[in-house]
């Protein structure tokens, strides 16, 4: 289960993502603005500009390569 808050004012999202770190499988934390996506693992400290899509009952977090920002 995803929880998180949104701002809605700001267009942006703050996200928790159990289990969505893809290297430890950790808990990532999301923010996602309008203009930009970043994950943190706060157990292996990953850090990845990503790409995430939102739909009606969905959310698709993707992390391309060559994506370290
Ligand atoms: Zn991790």
């Known amino acids: 289960m995803i929880q998180g808050t949104l701002d809605r004012g700001q ?13 430890c499988a950790g808990a990532l934390d999301l923010r996602v603005t309008p203009t930009s996506a970043f994950s943190y693992c706060g157990h292996c400290h990953w850090i990845s500009r990503s790409v995430v899509s939102v739909g009606p009952n969905s959310l698709e977090v993707a992390h391309p390569p060559g994506g370290m920002a």
Do not use: F, H, K, T
């Not at 267009?11 to 290297?23: E, K, M, N």
């Open 11 to 23: 267009g942006r999202a703050d996200l928790s993502v159990p289990a969505g770190c893809p290297l």
